[in-house]
């Protein structure tokens, strides 16, 4: 007997990167045991030159496919070159480093996936031709007049769920058709793994609906909101004292750190991060308790019990989140270690 697994990877497309797949068959004995590496065509997803274009496809996170149900599988891969060296498009890889070096920190990541539904080209509950009722009802909203796309989100949670991702909820959003769901807390290279499954899910599942999913950080200009990647942070010594939480917070303001993380946090920042719509300016950096127009948040629980995470409240929606655990564990890991707060 044969069972199909769905092998995911990452592509080379800028200046945001495309999830492909397709589908191996492989015998019943193949499970259990390392899945085989696969290739591609690297010319297809700008990930090669045609004179030169097969990339490899190696298998670093497994999941039940909920789509197929079954004995079949989704299997996320890392992209090399044929000489097994990471192809530049791969950033797990450098996540994997970083993770290796601040392992003992224990740091872990939920990260808010915000995204939001289309239909042809208008965001789901945009009437033909205009626009819906100001925001103001909508976000945690009930109703046929307030909610767009339930089905979807329904169907979505429960694959994810079927696939055995650790999320963690979901809400409706600000703007009509926007949504949000949370995978975490976990390690940077699991939460990072299944928030990719789980995009692919979103994908994979609004096909069926006939309805698009995007990550656009700001898919309609003007006053309405922007869809984020809230990314929450701690460390093991963040998770038991208030002054590693000020460490941190303080360590990303330091320098040249706030341009280098909000360059890697997703293109189209600078239209998202204004200082309007629950934002802070993307060339600004400040911390606060409970402020939703600060950088970053420390939620108002974690300063009464005086010990729990930080909220980066600056990535886009189309963030690499590869990118933004190997960022914050780099920064922050890096200046509690130098405060002896580890
Ligand atoms: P918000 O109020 O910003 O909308 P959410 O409830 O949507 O908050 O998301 C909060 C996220 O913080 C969740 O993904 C949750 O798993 C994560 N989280 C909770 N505790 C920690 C922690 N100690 N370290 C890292 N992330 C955490
Ligand atoms: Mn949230
Ligand atoms: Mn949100
Ligand atoms: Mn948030």
Redo the contacts with the bound molecule.
């Keep these: 007997m044969t069972f199909k697994a769905e092998y995911i990877w990452i592509d080379g497309t800028a200046p945001t990167a495309k999830l492909r797949s397709k589908t191996k068959i492989l015998a019943d004995d193949a499970k259990g045991a390392e899945l085989p590496l696969w290739g591609f065509d690297g010319s297809s997803t700008n990930q090669a030159k045609g004179h030169a274009s097969d990339r490899v496809l190696k298998p670093v996170f497994t999941c039940p496919d909920p789509i197929r149900g079954g004995a079949d599988l989704l299997v996320l891969c890392e992209v090399l070159n044929t000489d097994m060296t990471p192809h530049e498009s791969n950033t797990r890889a450098e996540l994997a480093e970083v993770e290796a070096r601040f392992g003992a920190q224990e740091p ?5 996936q915000e995204y939001t539904f289309f239909e042809g080209d208008r965001p789901l509950g945009f009437p033909v031709g205009g626009f819906p009722a100001a925001q103001g009802g909508y976000y945690c909203g009930v109703g046929s007049d307030e909610i767009f796309g339930r089905d979807v989100v329904e169907a979505h949670l429960e694959n994810c769920l079927q696939a055995g991702l650790g999320i ?2 979901i ?1 409706a959003e600000v703007m009509p058709g926007q949504w ?1 769901f ?4 976990l390690a940077p290279l699991e939460v990072s793994d299944q928030l990719w499954i789980a995009r692919w899910l979103l994908y994979r599942t609004a096909e069926d609906f006939k309805v698009s999913a995007t990550l656009d950080p700001k898919p309609v200009k003007g006053d309405w909101n922007g869809a984020g990647a ?1 990314t ?3 460390t093991k010594a963040m ?1 038991e004292g208030y002054a590693p939480i000020i460490t941190a917070c303080e360590s990303l303001g330091e320098g040249s750190k706030p341009m280098d993380h909000v360059k890697n946090y997703g293109a189209g920042i600078d239209d998202r991060l204004t200082g309007l719509h629950e934002t802070a300016p993307w060339d600004e950096y400040k911390y606060g308790v409970s402020d939703r127009g600060a950088s970053v948040r420390i939620p108002w629980q974690v300063e009464v019990e005086q010990k ?2 930080i ?1 980066d409240r600056r990535p886009n929606a189309n963030v690499d989140p590869y990118v933004v655990t190997r960022l914050l564990v780099d920064t922050c890991c890096t200046a509690l270690e130098k405060a002896g707060q580890v």
Excluded: D, K, L
């Design positions: 872990i990541f939920g990260i808010e963690s909820g809400n949000e949370q995978v975490g807390p809230h929450n942070f701690s998770r729990g995470y909220e």
